[in-house]
């Protein structure tokens, strides 16, 4: 079980990872609470949970909640370094739902909907899996405990 913990929590010395978890990070935290919250002219629980029901993620409150809790959460633990590896792994199956459920069919270009900016996402989630969170991290910190 240590070696489990100790591959998780695993990063190298650089600050690479640390750009990229606090800008991806604030971006999915952020989308998080607009799913959760309706904070940041989100549609909160119900409306996104309507939403996702309209076109096919059943069932719509659950999918709202399940994404919304990922993106929220899991933008958090970027923004520590906590668990990264296993937060950015949550958070790009979550853009690899968002890409083929929602964006995929609308083309690549954000300015038709299309999937760029989630594509981008899953990019930055799948180096952070990677490479672990880097410098200035909770999980730099954890891993030297042990």
Known sequence: MNSLISTTL?????????????VAG?????????????WFG???LE????????IGLQPGYLMALGAG???FFGGI??????????????????MVVAIFAVH??????????GYEFALSLLAMSVALA??????????RTLAAKL
């Open 10 to 22: 695993r990063t190298n010395d650089s600050w690479g990872p640390l750009v990229l978890r606090i």
């Open 26 to 38: 604030i971006i999915f935290a952020a989308h998080g609470a607009q799913k959760l919250f309706g």
């Open 42 to 44: 989100g549609h909160g």
């Open 47 to 54: 409306g996104t949970g309507q939403w996702m029901a309209s």
């Open 69 to 71: 809790s990922a993106e």
């Open 77 to 94: 633990a970027l923004i520590i370094g906590l668990l990264t590896r296993p937060a950015a792994v949550v958070l790009a199956f979550t």
């Open 104 to 113: 995929f069919e609308n083309g690549l270009f954000m300015s038709n909907n």
């Open 130 to 139: 990677i490479t672990g969170a880097g410098n200035l991290s909770a999980d």
